[in-house]
């Protein structure tokens, strides 16, 4: 069965670090998601990307942060600089289709900065 | 307020018993997501529905787009089941709203 793809699992950094996490979508997939779980609270929204460009994000999702699809699989997420309040479980996701299809879910990638 | 209510927050059962896990919104909805997370954070897609009933396996999740709201029923549960269940809805933009999500542990 196709699935979405994270790397790292876990990264540990130091504040003002740039990180970036990737992700594989499912081939197929056109729509494809950026989410993040601070520890016990809700899953946010990040950004959703479509043919290159950003389609929506979020407040959370300022300056700081970007995303691109370097190579027609990966899609990344940069914090180009990171503050503590980033650590995070930020969940990838992928859809064949917007509003409603099916999402797919990475395993996620714990992002721990000290 | 929340625009995703989901109760209860938390819910402990015995193995075998049937569950009913609730969803309530406040904004239109195109779709609306029973999502699962394991223990280790991992994210599953259960169901995605916009009308009606959803059945695969154990699980089945119900809808009433008038009402605004949607449960999520488990049969014959087992420990296996034990997560958190969340509902999330999508709107009429690219985001979805997520609830607070309810830990199911299903006890031997």
């Known amino acids: 069965e196709p699935e979405v793809t994270q790397t790292p699992s876990h990264q540990v950094t130091q504040m003002g670090q740039e990180v970036i996490l990737r992700c594989v979508p499912i081939?197929?997939?056109?729509?494809f998601y950026w989410y993040r779980q601070i520890l016990g609270q809700k899953v946010e929204f990040l950004v959703s990307?479509?043919?290159?460009?950003?389609?929506?994000k979020s407040e959370i999702f300022d300056d700081q942060f970007s995303v691109e699809r370097p190579d027609g699989s990966n899609f990344t997420l940069k914090i180009r600089s990171t503050k503590l309040e980033d650590s995070a479980m930020y969940f990838c996701?992928?859809?064949?289709?917007?509003?409603?299809?099916?999402?797919?879910f990475g395993e996620g990638s714990r992002l721990t900065v000290l | 307020k929340n625009e995703v209510e989901q109760s209860p927050q938390n819910l402990t059962a015995q193995e075998g018993e049937f569950i009913t896990i609730n969803c309530s919104y406040s904004?239109?909805?195109?779709?609306l997501h029973w999502l699962q997370q394991h223990p280790g954070g991992g994210i599953v897609s259960l169901f995605m529905?916009?009308?009606?009933?959803k059945k695969h396996g154990r699980l089945i999740a119900t809808i009433n787009i008038q009402e605004k709201h949607s449960s999520l029923h488990i049969t014959a549960s087992h420990p296996r089941d034990s997560a958190v269940y969340i509902c999330?809805?999508?709107?009429?933009?690219?985001?979805?709203?997520w609830g607070a999500g309810t830990k199911l542990i299903i006890k031997p």
């Open positions: 999330a809805v999508s709107g009429s933009n690219y985001q979805l709203i």
């Open positions: 081939s197929n997939h056109l729509y």
């Open positions: 996701a992928s859809s064949e289709v917007i509003l409603t299809g099916e999402l797919f």
């Open positions: 904004v239109g909805i195109s779709a």
């Open positions: 529905l916009s009308s009606g009933k």
């Open positions: 990307f479509y043919n290159n460009e950003i389609s929506e």
